[in-house]
T-cell receptor
Framework: AQKVTQAQTEISVVEKEDVTLDCVYE???????LFWYKQPPSGELVFLIR??????QNEISGRYSWNFQKSTSSFNFTITASQVVDSAVYFC?????????????????FGRGTQLTVWP | ETGVTQTPRHLVMGMTNKKSLKCEQH?????MYWYKQSAKKPLELMFV???????ENNSVPSRFSPECPNSSHLFLHLHTLQPEDSALYLC??????????????FGNGTRLTVT
């Protein structure tokens, strides 16, 4: 089973529409982090947001908002009034803390990404 | 210059060539990573270095050889590659080792084509 599932492979919208990108994760840890990254055509993954597992407060940053719900293990990302420049691949990621069994390293898992195309 | 810089941006090489990818981070981070991104496939973690020490090798073939001379520089040496190795190779860095909650900062990647 995948640790991070982004069920939407591709989404197309017209400019000014709102769009929500889904992310469902799986972990048994109580301490973990969730991330969203944006990968425009230039190739570089750009960090957008990080949430820790103890903070379920939703966040808004301009046209971007994130809805973190532990009850459904989801961390969805909404773009309001989408623009052509929002066209990119968006990745959700889960970071698990070290297992504690002699390990000092955790694990980072990426979803397969959602290709968002915004048409003018 | 800031962020994570990768060179070259594009590389075409034959199967018998030897080449190297370079990554440099100017963020003072302690961990560096190599990822492979192939078309229609998820991001694949290849190698992780924490404080210059390799801490992870995700069953990567020996034709890929990483080198981390210091916390700011990371190389990926390539030799006798196969056409299926053609992909976007991304370098990243983070303040703390993976699992510590630090976000990764990525370079623009090297688009590798093996002919």
């Amino acid at each position: 089973a995948q640790k991070v599932t982004q069920a939407q492979t591709e989404i197309s919208v017209v400019e000014k529409e709102d769009v929500t990108l889904d992310c469902v994760y799986e972990t048994r840890d109580t301490t973990y982090y969730l991330f969203w990254y944006k990968q425009p055509p230039s190739g570089e993954l750009v960090f957008l947001i990080r949430r820790n597992s103890f903070d379920e407060q939703n966040e808004i940053s301009g046209r971007y908002s994130w809805n973190f719900q532990k009850s459904t293990s989801s961390f969805n990302f909404t773009i309001t009034a989408s623009q052509v420049v929002d066209s990119a691949v968006y990745f959700c990621a889960l970071s698990e803390a070290p297992s504690g069994r002699g390990s000092t390293l955790g694990r980072l898992y990426f979803g397969r990404g959602t290709q968002l195309t915004v048409w003018p | 210059e800031t962020g994570v810089t990768q060179t070259p941006r594009h590389l075409v090489m034959g199967m018998t060539n030897k080449k190297s990818l370079k990554c440099e981070q100017h963020l003072g981070h302690n961990a560096m990573y190599w990822y492979k991104q192939s078309a229609k496939k998820p991001l694949e973690l290849m190698f992780v270095y924490n404080f210059k020490e390799q801490t992870e090798n995700n069953s990567v073939p020996s034709r890929f050889s990483p080198e981390c001379p210091n916390s700011s520089h990371l190389f990926l040496h390539l030799h006798t590659l196969q056409p299926e190795d053609s992909a976007l190779y991304l370098c990243a860095s983070s303040q703390d080792p993976q699992g510590g909650g630090s976000p990764l900062h990525f370079g623009n990647g090297t688009r590798l084509t093996v002919t």
